[in-house]
Each structure stands twice: as structure tokens, then as C-alpha cells.
């Protein structure tokens, strides 16, 4: 069964630095997806892309954040200068089509750790 | 906004007995309910969807959730749990007026524990 896939499962960073999450989406699927998580908070909807644009965005995604496909199979979410506050598991979600018949298969996460 | 609540941070279950997992929500229009389920080191699982029609929406391994519009809520649920449900349980909701976008709005989570 296809599966998303996220690298690294756990990612420790010095506050400042840039971090880039790696995800490789299910291969037919067109619309891909971030979400975060906090520990022990609600799972939060950061932006979807779709051919090449930002679809959709939530307060969250400030200009520390941007999105990238660089080639067919790999979805990139950057932090540039993290902060404390961008601890938390990081989900990456793809799906086949826009509309609600097309469910988001989600992947592992990637747990960032900011020090 | 559209938001979801899900009262309980864990529910605790005999192997054999009825489960349920609580789930309410709030949208400006009609939603589109879903549950996904989190095993350890896993992402999360689609479980089942409600979109229309009838309110009693079968899923994955033996779950079903029902939605009920007055009470504003969709709990999950499983007449007869196994040791091999216990996980982390999340009910999701999209607003179906948004139009457009695919976003998901999560609750809290649930920790199902079922014990021997």
C-alpha cells in the first residue's frame, strides 16, 4: 500500500538556524499538505499546494515558513530562523483530488526539537 | 471558525466491551466529518468519513461513527474493543460552505487504552 513518507523522524536544531522537513507524497497524488503538533495541543493545519502554488495558508505560516516541490517526488517545508515556539511533530499529507471524497493520507511526522 | 472538541484525553476500555470515543464540532455551515487514528511512530489513519446521507457511517476494523446534527457531534464507536485499538484517536472537520479548500481542523486527541 502507497505510503507518505517523512524524513527525519526527529530533527534537534540550535534556535536560528534554518531546517528544511523532507516528505515524499503518494506518487499520483496532486495536492500536498502541512500540518503541525504541538505536545499535547491540537493538530494544526499550516498550507496546501497545489501545481506549483500555495492553495491555502493559516496564520501560522508566516514568512519563516515556505513550501517547495523541488523535483516530482519531494514536498519541503523551511523554517528559516526557528524559534522555541516551532517544537512540535510535524506532519506532512497528501491527497488525490481537491475534493472531500479524497482523504489526506498523512505520514510518520517529523519531531523538531528547537534548543 | 470551524473547531472540534474532544472531551476526553483518554478512554479506558475492557477487551470485549463497547467503546466510544467522543467527538463535537462547530462550523458556520454543514460539516464534513472524518477519524483518523495514530499508532505509535505512525502517521495518521484514515478511519472513516461522514459527508451525506445516513448518519450511521461504517469504517476501518470494525469502527463506526454516528453523526447527530442537533447534538452537534460524531463519536466514534465499536461494539466490541480489541487490545490492538489502543491508540491515539483524532476526529476532523471541514467546513462544507468554505468551498475551495481542503483544510482539516483537529481536536485534541483521544488515548484509547484496552486492557485484558
Known amino acids: 500500500e502507497p505510503e507518505v513518507t517523512q524524513t527525519p523522524s526527529h530533527q534537534v536544531t540550535q534556535m536560528g538556524q534554518e531546517v528544511i522537513l523532507r516528505c515524499v507524497p503518494i506518487?499520483?497524488?496532486?495536492?500536498f499538505y502541512w500540518y503541525r503538533q504541538i505536545l499535547g495541543q491540537k493538530v494544526e493545519f499550516l498550507v496546501s499546494?497545489?501545481?506549483?502554488?500555495?492553495?491555502?495558508k493559516s496564520e501560522i505560516f508566516d514568512d519563516q515558513f515556505s513550501v517547495e516541490r523541488p523535483d516530482g517526488s519531494n514536498f519541503t517545508l523551511k523554517i528559516r530562523s526557528t524559534k522555541l515556539e516551532d517544537s512540535a511533530m510535524y506532519f506532512c499529507?497528501?491527497?488525490?483530488?481537491?475534493?472531500?471524497?479524497?482523504?489526506?493520507?498523512f505520514g510518520p511526522g517529523t519531531r523538531l526539537t528547537v534548543l | 471558525a470551524q473547531s472540534v472538541a474532544q472531551p476526553e484525553d483518554q478512554v479506558n476500555v475492557a477487551e470485549g466491551n463497547p467503546l466510544t470515543v467522543k467527538c463535537t464540532y462547530s462550523?458556520?455551515?454543514?460539516?464534513?466529518l472524518f477519524w483518523y487514528v495514530q499508532y505509535p511512530n505512525r502517521g495518521l489513519q484514515f478511519l472513516l468519513k461522514?459527508?451525506?446521507?445516513?448518519?450511521l457511517v461504517k469504517g476501518s476494523y470494525g469502527f463506526e461513527a454516528e453523526f447527530n446534527k442537533s447534538q452537534t457531534s460524531f463519536h466514534l464507536k465499536k461494539p466490541s474493543a480489541l487490545v490492538s485499538d489502543s491508540a491515539l484517536y483524532f476526529c476532523?472537520?471541514?467546513?462544507?460552505?468554505?468551498?475551495?479548500?481542503?483544510?482539516?481542523?483537529f481536536g485534541t486527541g483521544t488515548q484509547l487504552k484496552v486492557e485484558l
Open positions: 499529507a497528501s491527497s488525490e483530488g481537491l475534493g472531500v471524497y479524497n482523504e489526506q493520507f
Open positions: 506518487s499520483n497524488h496532486l495536492y
Open positions: 499546494f497545489y501545481n506549483n502554488e500555495i492553495s491555502e
Open positions: 462550523v458556520s455551515g454543514n460539516p464534513y
Open positions: 461522514y459527508i451525506t446521507g445516513d448518519n
Open positions: 476532523a472537520v471541514r467546513d462544507r460552505e468554505r468551498g475551495g479548500g481542503n483544510k482539516l481542523t
